[in-house]
């Protein structure tokens, strides 16, 4: 005798070799022997054997229409067994049996399962409504089959026009036909979707995809801005009695910070040290700040930028000249001849702004020689002369300071990278770093950024710092954390360092000015009166939300310069390119701010120069290979102190590649966010503050 009986949700014949009360001992066709309650048995039969009953009844399943057996059936619960009577008449044996329940079973749009052998024909209307359902899937199965054979063929579909095919790449919904498609035919060519997508035209560049990527994550609505209302400035602001000029790229429009020089009684000088005043137009918890602690920062690339303010408050309070501007002042007075700081005063004021003065057209006439000897036709010159030994001579200060932390002199490299994007074209400009109008720049910030930390914990007042200490050993890994209590930065070399320089298109630093003026407002009450109190939660979310918001915007950006380099490599035509050894099988390319990994290089001295050959460079993966033609020359051997001092430096070097985030101070770290290795005009740019972070490629950028 045979049994079909049903196992685990599905259906099986087998030839009982013995019974034993409700049990049958059966073997299956395959030689599987298994135990099956005499419940689960639904026929019993002795022709045809069991695994010619399945074949046939499969077979035969498929040939019972389902809409008149749907017909036939009850309303009410059945039997299987009722409705193959109804259906097949005389006619019905165990193959019929078995196609039956096989039929019933798999159609559970047509009837609903109500127990062993039990089933249940589906309402009309329900059965109208999933039958519709199949039908629309169908349909969208044979549309999903041909977007997928045009994707296989290179072609783009119809269906993924427009801003479709960037959506399916940056936030897709992978329940749609479109993504279904995308993703099989990718996978049936054998390449990322990605790919598949440019190939096919489906995005115009591999740069559209990065920028969408990152727009997609941190600006899913859009980088516009809503409209606002500038808010307006204290009637009884003051008006200060100097006139001040800013030191900045060509293409900066959010002017931060600028300076002014007052010549006084007994060979003294007040120099000033002017800060836009947002904060004085922006209040805690109003839509400007809410815009601002969204975006958090402005974001800089090589090409393009995002602004944390939108362009009305940006001109409210940018220090354009030629008018009187809001500004946050920071005034010292020194000694000429020593060049110390005798007294210093902070002033929420008014401040004329007479000239902004560009390095593409000052570098070349203020340099080291002509301060010298005092040659040179340039507006402030006078100013700048006395600008020029006081930010030596606050250098110098700092170094010593260093060295009381264990560390050697700040390493600058001489030349550095602007890019500059016009389309699709690329242009990389070398230019010299470590200039007069860089160093002066890049020493003042840093003054009032460690003066104005001071000041707040002077006055009991939290503020957001960065810190930079050693862990272990004096001269263990360093480690830049931000907090709300002062703490030393040693890579700077300053006792503590508060960013406030920045307030235009940088959260922390409009923090900073908030507290800062009511430091300035309210005196020894101001930590009564300052929006932040000390242990204010909210401070510490913006510290937090800050530093990891700021690192994604400073990793966008080395990604779309490392992008822009191998670009400037295809675009001309460079086969063969030269680079110096910095460690190990890591080379930087001596035109463009570059360094690639060629693995297989061997063992080269560092410095030593290599002819190299670009062997292939990809876009999308923002990825180059090259390998070593021959060696053109090596350094010249050096012993001692120099050996060592160029070693650990180069160390410094490999640390930041490889670990941007980690171990850099302020002066690169903020340039790095700017678009530019030393955007003129930003806090601690020029002046290095950082023997690794000196070496990193990073450039001013167009469109600041």
């Known amino acids: 005798m045979n049994v079909f009986f049903e196992e685990s949700g599905s259906f099986k014949a087998g030839s009982v070799l013995s019974r034993q009360g409700d049990a049958f001992q059966v073997e299956l066709p395959g030689g599987r022997r298994a135990k099956v309650r005499a419940k689960d048995v639904l026929i019993e039969f002795e022709k045809p054997s069991a695994g010619e009953l399945m074949q046939q009844a499969d077979a035969a399943a498929q040939d019972i229409d389902l809409d008149f057996l749907w017909e036939c059936a009850p309303e009410d619960e059945f039997p299987f067994a009722t409705l193959g009577a109804e259906y097949f008449g005389d006619g019905f044996g165990a193959i019929e049996r078995a196609a039956l329940v096989l039929r019933l079973h798999g159609s559970p749009v047509y009837f609903r399962r109500k127990g062993r052998g039990m ?94 990527k990152f727009l997609s994550e941190f600006f899913p609505h859009g980088t516009g801005f809503p409209p606002v209302t500038v808010g307006t400035l204290p009637e009884d602001l003051p008006e200060a009695d100097v006139q001040a000029f800013s030191i900045d790229d060509i293409t900066t429009t959010e002017i931060d910070d600028a300076f002014s020089v007052e010549h006084l009684a007994d060979g003294r000088v007040r120099i000033g040290v002017h800060i836009a005043a947002p904060a004085l137009g922006i209040a805690r918890g109003d839509e400007v700040d809410a815009i601002a602690r969204t975006r958090l920062s402005t974001v800089y690339m090589p090409g393009d930028k995002i602004t944390m303010l939108p362009d009305s408050v940006v001109e409210a309070f940018t220090l354009a000249e030629g008018g009187l501007r809001p500004a946050l002042s920071l005034y010292v007075i020194i000694n000429r001849e020593t060049q110390e700081i005798v007294a210093s005063e902070t002033r929420a004021e008014r401040v004329f702004v007479k000239n902004n003065l560009r ?60 890019f500059y994007v016009e389309g699709e074209h690329i242009t990389i400009t070398p230019r010299r770093r470590g200039s007069p109008l860089d160093t002066i720049v890049a020493e003042l910030a840093i003054l009032a950024n460690s003066s104005w930390g001071a000041f707040l914990h002077d006055h009991g007042v939290p503020g957001i710092y960065r810190t930079q200490r050693a862990f272990g050993a004096p001269t263990g890994p360093k480690r830049t954390r931000m907090q709300t209590n002062a703490a030393p930065h040693e890579g700077l070399g300053v006792t503590q360092y508060a960013w406030s320089t920045s307030p235009l298109r940088r959260y922390v630093d409009l923090v900073n000015q908030w507290q800062l003026l009511a430091c300035v407002q309210h005196g020894v009450t101001a930590k009564l009166a300052a929006p932040f109190k000390p242990k204010d939660a909210d401070l510490f979310a913006v510290v937090q939300g800050f530093d990891d918001t700021y690192t994604a915007y400073a990793d966008h950006q080395r990604r779309m310069e490392y992008f822009w380099c191998l670009r400037w490599l295809k675009q001309e035509n460079r086969k063969q390119v030269v680079a110096s050894v910095v460690k190990g099988d890591l080379v930087r390319l001596e035109e463009i701010p570059l360094l690639l990994h060629v693995p297989g290089l061997g063992v080269h001295a560092r410095g030593t120069r290599l002819q190299m050959e670009v062997m292939s460079i990809d876009e999308l993966t923002v990825e180059a290979s090259v390998r070593l033609l021959h060696v053109l020359d090596a350094p010249a051997v050096t012993s001692g102190s120099e050996a060592e001092e160029a070693d650990e430096g180069e160390e410094e070097i490999i640390d930041v590649a490889e670990e941007s985030a980690e171990g850099e101070a302020e002066a690169q770290a903020e340039a790095d966010l700017d678009g530019g290795a030393t955007e003129p005009g930003d806090a601690e740019n020029a002046a290095g503050t950082s023997d690794a972070a000196a070496d990193q490629q990073h450039v001013t950028e167009p469109g600041r």
């Open 359 to 418: 390095h593409n057209t000052l570098d070349e006439l203020v340099t080291e020689e002509a301060l010298a000897a005092g040659t040179g036709d340039y507006p402030h010159k006078e100013d700048i002369a006395v600008l020029w030994p006081f930010a030596q001579a606050l250098f110098e200060k700092r170094q010593t300071a260093r060295a009381g932390y264990g560390l050697r002199r700040e390493v600058q490299r001489n030349t550095d990278f602007n």
């Open 119 to 212: 089933y249940q024909r589906a309402p009309q209307e329900q059965l109208k409504m999933a039958l519709a359902g199949l039908e629309r899937k169908r349909q969208q199965a044979l549309v999903q089959a041909g977007y997928e054979d045009e994707l296989k063929a290179g072609r783009l579909p119809e269906g993924f026009s427009g801003s479709k095919a960037l959506a399916l790449l940056t936030r897709p919904d992978k329940n749609t036909i479109e993504y279904k498609a995308l993703e099989g035919a990718a996978a049936a060519r054998g390449i990322s979707q990605a790919r598949l997508m440019l190939e096919c035209g489906g995005i115009p560049s591999a740069r559209a995809l990065h920028e969408a």
